[in-house]
């Protein structure tokens, strides 16, 4: 069957119910992740609402209406990073990173995550951080920067904050984080090889070899592929476990007990210490790179059911159900709730204004409105410290 969206769609109710779902690969339990069963249930709801944007989207792609099909589906363990992490931390994000940016949004009364993200599948004119001209994780109260990520191009974006936080500090300036924020930067496997990503992590460690505060924590999400490329097995490792003054931590990105304990354990390293750290999360990819491609060219159908099955859907079911937090009914139940919710929303956002014509992208457009003003300041505040 080529739609694979819908056979993972309907796999999980299927393997739930049966009770046919994937071992761990992690032996971290729940009593040494930190998490409580109210929690577990909260990342939850966000990999599912996550996972039905994916799905929600390949669906109204078919019918001509929606324009954007990269999601984050086997990335959802991501959502920890959106819990572990204070607004106050700058994240700069790579394209699969849906999970984060719902949990993050619950830190923050009154967000919509779920609207935003549909007026973007819309190109609406109302969309908050873009304008409806890309579908790309943003948000100012947030604190997420817009990025358009395929190259790497934010790490060295990212490293540049990490660097500002205690200089903007020592000038006096008007900081936007404050003095023990860290900053967070995700990225994928094969982004990881791009000398955009090479020059960013080595300036890291260059930085922080000599002992300067660099609170930064690289995030590489690793499904063991780039498009239609294997990455070689134990690239990541090799190449960034052991770089000079930068902490390595490996973790399950499909058991939410697993990557929950390492993200903190990240977290606290690099807050404390203000030291850099390389978090490399193990993932898959499921539905392929977008809704365009067909992995079936690439991939042997045999291995894209092998990966199916590793869906961290089906892991977080499969952690509930054995902590005795929710039913295997009580679980679908949740994922076919929030199913329904993805679609209403979806009916509302698909009314709203929408970009049809070069001018109306143009006025989406805006430049620095304190440009001058700005860069005076600066100028002031660092003639009054030479």
């Not at 690969?25 to 909260?42: I, K, Q, Y």
């Not at 799905?55 to 959502?79: D, M, P």
């Not at 100012?140 to 904050?161: D, E, Y």
């Not at 952690?319 to 039913?327: C, R, T, V, W």
């Amino acid at each position: 069957m080529f739609n694979r969206a819908e056979v993972i769609d309907k796999n999980f109710t299927r393997f739930v119910l049966d009770g046919r779902l994937p071992e761990s690969r992690s032996s971290t339990n729940l009593h040494e992740s930190g998490l409580r069963p109210a929690e577990v249930m909260d990342l939850f709801e966000s990999q599912v609402m996550s996972r039905h944007l994916d799905l929600i989207a390949r669906i109204l792609k078919n019918q001509n209406l929606c324009y954007y099909t990269i999601g984050s589906s086997g990335h959802e363990g991501n959502a920890v990073l959106g819990k572990v992490f204070r607004l106050t931390d700058m994240a700069f994000l790579h394209y699969r990173s849906g999970g984060f940016m719902i949990q993050r949004s619950k830190q923050l009364p009154g967000s919509t995550p779920i609207y935003d993200m549909m007026l973007s599948f819309f190109a609406s004119i109302e969309e908050p951080i873009a304008g409806g001209r890309h579908k790309v994780f943003g948000s100012l109260p947030l604190l997420v920067p817009p990025q358009t990520s395929t190259i790497a191009s934010h790490l060295p974006k990212a490293v540049g904050a990490a660097l500002s936080i205690q200089r903007a500090h020592a000038l006096q300036l008007d900081a936007l984080m404050p003095s023990d924020a860290v900053v967070t930067c995700s990225f994928g496997d094969a982004s990881a090889n791009h000398s955009t990503a090479v020059g960013a992590i080595n300036m890291a460690s260059w930085v922080a070899y000599q002992n300067l505060p660099l609170p930064l924590v690289f995030v590489c999400e690793d499904n063991g592929i780039g498009i239609s490329v294997q990455t070689p097995n134990n690239w990541i490792e090799q190449s960034f476990g052991s770089r000079p003054a930068i902490k390595y931590i490996a973790a399950d990105g499909l058991n939410l007990f697993d990557v929950y304990a390492k993200t903190r354990e990240a977290e606290e390293y690099c807050r404390t210490r203000r030291r850099p750290v390389f978090l490399h999360v193990k993932t898959v990819r499921l539905m392929g790179h977008a809704g365009s491609d067909m992995e079936n060219t690439y991939r042997s159908f045999s291995d894209i059911e092998a990966n199916e099955f590793q869906d961290p859907l089906l892991h977080t079911a499969r952690l509930i159900i054995e902590n005795g937090f929710a039913s295997a009914k009580e679980v679908v139940g949740l994922y076919e709730s929030v199913r329904e919710q993805v679609r209403a929303v979806s009916e509302t956002a698909i009314k709203r204004p929408q970009l049809s014509d070069p001018k109306e992208v143009r006025s989406t457009i805006t430049a620095c409105r304190h440009k001058e003003g700005a860069a005076c300041s600066v100028r002031r505040t660092a003639s009054a410290s030479v």
